[in-house]
């Protein structure tokens, strides 16, 4: 069975930073790329970053570009999401989804088998 665990959400002040982790297990990961979307509350599931498997294809969202940084660890198939200078914008349920077979990053929800559950992230002023 296949399980992304996600972890590291919780209540921040603006401008701090939090670091979620996403840890994948029950499938064999090697050909695939990851993915971090969030949803605010009223809101649909937007793109937050993704991040082939080599590593070296990395995307990020217009809003978060040059405060979030995504990395991976491909031995302990775990993903993660450094957030700094958070506002109350980013606050949202962060989901970590992977893809089967490509190891391309992709921001169409579409284009992912895998979901995590979701841990929620709150900036407050």
Not at 19 to 48: I, N
Not at 65 to 71: D, I, L, P, Q, T
Request: with cysteine; proline share 2%; glycine share 12%.
């Amino acid at each position: 069975q296949v399980q992304l665990i996600e972890s590291g959400g919780g209540l921040v002040q603006a401008g701090g930073s939090l670091r979620l982790s996403c840890a994948a297990s029950g499938h064999t990961f090697s050909s695939s790329a990851m993915g971090w979307f969030r949803q605010a509350p009223g809101k649909e599931r937007e793109f937050v970053s993704g991040i082939s498997r080599s590593g070296f294809n990395i995307q990020y969202a217009d809003s978060v570009k040059g405060r979030f940084a995504v990395s991976g660890d491909n031995a302990k198939n775990t993903v993660f999401l450094q957030m700094n200078s958070l506002t109350p914008e980013d606050t949202a349920v962060y989901y970590c989804a992977a893809r089967r077979f490509s190891p391309y990053t992709s921001a169409n929800t579409n284009d992912y088998d895998f979901w995590g559950q979701g841990t929620q992230v709150t900036v407050s002023l």
